[in-house]
């Protein structure tokens, strides 16, 4: 990557831990009493004990923004999907924002935060659609010029959705990884702000918003499924979840034939796979981002993985039972439950439908598994 790229990039890590620092010792500064100051500690040690690049309090600061541009999703049991899993299934409707995925929190929150001058350098992202969509629409919210690299080949439903956004839109790369490659490389140094799908706090934080929603009418709930392509659904909803209700089990979702992540969060070292191999490319991603599994090695508990055909599958219950169409990574949480039945028997589950994007052409697939 050019120096330029490098050099942005490290300067909104630092700016984001550099924030976290100034608030850790802000208290000694101020000369308090040495109960407050005691009292400060202990809340700041429960808070940022690992220090963690994004904390609770990011993702309720982030609640409001998200929620000036974006309705709360609706949170229904299907007792259908119940029935069929023998668990109590909450589905969080995150197929249902303006642009049909919850990444759009992480964008508006994201868009939504910076300030005229940044505003006025435009916005780069790489995407197989979905953050890509959501970029566009906090762009096109704002005012803010947005390109956005998919991979060639991608999704052409997601490409017309991003372009009608009225962002710029390339095609580059064989799989997301060289997209990706090709952002940073050849047009970073050109200018502009790149938002990465992950290595992003207010991205994290935003999307982080759905779990804040989900605590607030379901109090209990004994695990949430969270499907994983980078890990920023699964922190941000892990970050909450410690916070609130620890108790309350995170788990993550990649498909076998693009499991980069699961193998990273595993051994705790970053791994990268040949190839991405799965039909739903919303999760299909060869290799880790540094703040992710970072935070994933602290808030998540267990990690799932399931076949192109269980995803089919999942597609088709959930079309058949709640009459929603969801794409392939959207139904990862629900081909985990119906993988895993005994684990989840009896329990109150929420599964994150994390996005509606199907491409069309793989409808025939998924109702042929019905027949
Ligand atoms: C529908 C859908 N589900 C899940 C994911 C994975 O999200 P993350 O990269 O935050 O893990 C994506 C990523 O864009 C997505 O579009």
Known sequence: ?????????????????SERFHYNISGKATGWSSIQYF?????????YKSMLPVCFDDVQNALPAVHQVLKPTALYEWPGLSKLAGCQVYLKHENHHPVGAFKVRGGVHFIGSLNAEERKEGILGCSTGNHGQSLAFACKQFGVDCTIVVPEGNNPDKNEAIRNLGAKLIEQGKDFDAAKEYLETE??????IYVHSANEPKLIAGVGSMAIEIFEELSDPDAIIVPIGLGSGVCGTGIVARHLRPETKIIGVQANGADAVYQSWKQGLPKTIEA????AEGIATRSSAEMTLQIMREVMDEAILVSDHELRIACYHILKQTHNLVEGAGAASVAAILQQRKKFAGKKVV?????????????????????
Request: hydrophobic share 40%.
């Open 1 to 17: 990557m050019h120096d330029g790229g490098k050099r942005k990039i490290a300067q909104r890590a630092l700016g984001a831990l």
């Open 39 to 47: 009292q400060q500690t202990i809340s700041i040690k429960r808070k």
């Open 187 to 192: 047009l970073l140094p050109l200018g502009g």
């Open 276 to 279: 991405a191999n799965t039909w």
């Open 351 to 371: 599964c994150i439908l994390s996005g509606g994007n199907l491409d069309l052409k793989e409808l025939p697939a998924i109702l042929a598994v019905g027949k």
